[in-house]
């Protein structure tokens, strides 16, 4: 089944706090994803935009406050169940030395498998199919260690898709690709967002990159959510003042049209440009 032919559930969060060793990183936080939009979580580096994603795929635990899947908490879910709902693809993730693009596709399709019912047609459609619309096809018989980074991150993005979980949670998936390799990466989840429907929440540094592809963005600072909604509405030179610290112009992408932002440093001011 497609993530198109399946109710995408709404995942959202209620009053959550979150904190490591008595460290309280996020709090009081509340956040509804949009199901069926490509929403980007944005903010300095420490305000918590990883820790949150932790949290709503269950990989942390709150201290207070609840993850709901469709109105029912995260933590009630069998994990076998949520893995079928819900995929995540963490930072820089590390395949077994030796493992194959095939055999690391084909890990996808684990939440879908039960003691007798082991690999099926079902099974070999969805790793032919996920493998396909990644351009990963005739890669299937390479080590996952011998691929560059931008096919290493396309192989993984495939074991997600092979998941087909109709939520889908990226951590900086565009981290140590090149520019080119970064917007592949990008287009692809939407791709998979306008094709398939699926819901996606992602955690981005480049702020250009989550205005152009984002439908919805939230916007964070220590700990909070400071801003959510379309990037037109958002993104603006006193938001990014506030959650960057950073003096900026925002003018209209020219491919894209939505808020470009640059940056204003101490250098490179053009002659007659505002101070």
């Known amino acids: 089944m497609t993530v198109t032919e399946q109710n995408v559930p709404e995942l959202s969060a209620a009053g959550l706090r979150l904190a490591y060793d008595g460290r309280v990183v996020v709090d009081d936080l509340d956040l509804t994803v949009p199901p069926g939009k490509v929403t980007v979580i944005v903010g300095a580096n420490a305000c918590g935009k990883s820790t949150l994603l932790r949290a709503l795929a269950r990989l942390l635990s709150p201290r207070a406050g609840r993850v709901l899947l469709d109105g029912r908490a995260l933590s009630s879910i ?27 596709v084909g890990q996808g399709r684990s939440p879908h498998q039960t003691w007798w019912r082991q690999w099926s047609a079902d099974d070999e459609r969805a ?99 400071v801003a959510r909604g379309a990037p037109r509405e958002v993104v603006t030179a006193a938001l990014v003042a506030d959650v960057f610290g950073l003096e900026c112009e925002i003018v209209p992408d020219p491919v894209s049209g939505t808020p470009l932002v640059i940056p204003i440093g101490r250098h490179h001011r053009a002659p007659g440009a505002p101070a």
Do not use: F
């Open 78 to 104: 069998p994990t076998r169940a949520l893995a079928r709902r819900l995929g995540i693809l963490p930072q820089s993730p590390v395949a077994p030395e030796g493992l194959t693009v095939g055999e690391l």
């Open 127 to 225: 790793v032919a199919r996920a493998l396909e619309c990644t351009g990963m096809t005739d890669l299937a018989g390479r080590a996952v260690d011998e691929l560059s980074g931008g096919q290493r991150q396309r192989a993984w993005i495939a074991m997600a898709v092979a998941q087909e979980t109709p939520v889908l949670l990226l951590d900086e998936p565009t981290t140590y690709l090149d520019l080119a390799h970064q917007v592949d990466v990008l287009d692809l989840v939407v791709d998979l967002n306008r094709d398939e429907g699926r819901t996606v929440l992602m955690v981005l540094h480049d702020l250009n990159q989550a205005c152009r592809y984002a439908d919805h963005i939230v916007a964070m600072k220590a700990g909070r959510v």
